[in-house]
């Protein structure tokens, strides 16, 4: 690799909702790239198992409650040194036409998809402004840019996770953090299975995405490590779709 730009030794990164999915394969990519990779989730069992298939530490915490998530970064940097990485990854769905959607379905995905991203991001950001440097990223989606029926508030969330990506990097790039987003398209992972399973939505993906086919989750690593790296020092503020080329095509 040019100058090393790409390589990750010596970094630590912190990837939220790591236990499977693009969490895990993000935080798979970045331990491939060198990095010493910190696993989270709220399932401590499930979280321990994936820890230990990686190789990696493990730091259980809810990303959904504030005061957890600063007592969780504050007590790692004190025992172990700085986070010098974050994904902001955890993430859910729910589906259902809008006029009947649950309002307490509603408040799970503000908590899950956009809270935690505030609650995190700023517990890390603490650390990282005070040594001048550090790399958050957090995950979008294609609906950060489009909308599908069922699936409104979702997409309202992801709206949110592209714009407060955008924030950060306007508060912080001062202190030398730089705060970018990726957007995956659709991907198979187990947040959709049930779209995966439905032949007939798979059959309308294939036509309507330009490459003509489900992402696969080690596609998004190129992306992490870019933003993660060296390579992307004067990158902020940036949401970067990895989607097949769906968002550029009608």
Not at 69 to 84: C, K, L, N, S, Y
Not at 232 to 237: A, K, Q
Request: charged share 20%; proline share 4%; with cysteine.
């Amino acid at each position: 690799m040019p100058n090393g730009l790409f390589d990750l030794t010596g970094r630590r990164a912190l990837v939220t909702g790591s236990s499977q999915g693009i969490g895990q394969a993000l935080a798979r990519g970045l331990a491939e790239a060198g990095a010493e990779v910190v696993l989270n989730g709220r399932d401590a069992e499930k979280l321990a198992a994936a820890a230990e298939a990686l190789g990696a530490r493990s730091l259980a915490f809810d990303v959904t409650d504030y005061d957890a998530a600063r007592t969780a970064v504050d007590a790692f940097e004190a025992a172990h040194g700085a986070i010098d990485i974050l994904v902001n990854n955890a993430g859910m769905q729910y589906r259902a036409p809008l006029e009947d959607f649950p309002e307490e379905a509603f408040q799970r995905l503000l908590q899950t998809n956009i809270a935690s991203v505030f609650n995190v991001g700023q517990a890390v950001a603490r650390h990282m402004i005070g040594r001048g440097r550090g790399k958050i990223i957090n995950i979008a989606s294609v609906q950060t840019a489009l909308a599908r029926p069922s699936i409104a508030p979702y997409t309202a969330t992801k709206g949110a996770v592209g714009n407060l990506t955008k924030g950060m990097a306007t508060d912080w790039a001062k202190h030398g953090l730089q705060v970018n987003a990726i957007a995956p398209g659709y991907f198979d992972t187990p947040l959709n299975a049930a779209l995966v399973a439905d032949p007939a939505f798979s059959a309308w993906l294939e036509k309507r995405t330009p490459a003509g086919r489900w992402g696969r989750v080690e596609e998004l690593v190129g992306a992490c490590v870019f933003l993660a790296s060296e390579a992307s020092s004067f990158v902020n503020g940036h949401v970067l779709y990895v989607d097949g080329g769906i968002t550029a095509s009608l």
